[in-house]
């Protein structure tokens, strides 16, 4: 089962939470979805719109590869099931989409187990969660 925060975070407050995790890990900002492999791996959140509404975090010290797959006119990562991530899905303040969130799929999409150290990335998430818990806005 995975483990999930609800997440409604403004443009800069996606800032600070991406210096946030980087000023204790070398962390990789990888979106869900790109129309190339060199937009896959942005510095910073783009601005809310196409392409741009679910990102991952990849605290590189969980060693992994991600693996590009093209699909036509995008790219994404096929190996993201039991990969070390966690998934930030953007709320949509100019819309009606229901909260966002930030999620570890844990070992719910990982039938084989995972491959790197769960308790210590779930101390890690834990550590995300309650990040956007106190600097998000209440649902």
Known sequence: ??????????DEQEQELLKFVRRS?????????APSPDELFPQHFSPRGDWQW??????RSFLWAPEIVRHGDHVSIGNKNAAPLIEYTRHNFAGSEPVGRVYWAKNFSAPDGLAYDSASFSKWFDTVARWVRRHGRAP
């Open 54 to 59: 679910m990102y991952y975090l990849w605290n």
């Open 1 to 10: 089962m995975g483990r999930q925060t609800a997440a409604i975070l403004t």
């Open 25 to 33: 890990a070398d962390i990789v900002l990888i979106r869900a979805a």
